[in-house]
């Protein structure tokens, strides 16, 4: 089992930024972060795989940034120019599988998740 438990969410003005974390029991072969929006479905936002390859979502290329530190099982998600279309609860996921970064935006991949932490931005 792997436990995941997100941090960092809050309320922010448009433009402004957040950094997300998720402390890991342990680390898995890949990591990523998916939202999801009232009355929308859960969307992934970025991924990482075992060779620290990344793969972002069109609508966050050039303002998020996922990393991990693997000293400490802490998965990241540095969310800079935030807009109100960011708004949204934010989760961590973990996969069971190595799956490379091309695949990690994929939700059913995931077999381990976190509670989420909620993202607000305001106009």
């Known amino acids: 089992q792997v436990q995941l438990v997100e941090s960092g969410g809050g309320s922010v003005q448009a433009g402004g930024s957040l950094r997300l974390s998720c402390e890991a029991s342990?680390?898995?072969?890949?990591m990523g972060w998916f939202r999801q929006a009232p009355g929308k479905e859960r969307e992934g936002v970025a991924g990482?795989?075992?060779?620290?390859?990344?793969i972002y979502t069109d609508s966050v290329k050039g303002r998020f940034t996922i990393s991990q530190d693997n000293a400490k099982n802490i998965l990241y998600l540095q969310m800079n120019s935030l807009k109100p279309e960011d708004t949204a609860m934010y989760y961590c996921?973990?996969?069971?599988?190595?799956?490379?970064?091309?695949?990690?935006?994929?939700?059913?991949?995931?077999?381990?998740w976190g509670q989420g932490t909620q993202v607000t931005v305001s106009p």
């Open positions: 342990r680390f898995t072969y890949s």
């Open positions: 990482i795989d075992s060779d620290g390859g990344t």
């Open positions: 996921a973990a996969t069971s599988r190595d799956w490379g970064s091309p695949f990690l935006l994929t939700g059913h991949l995931y077999k381990y």
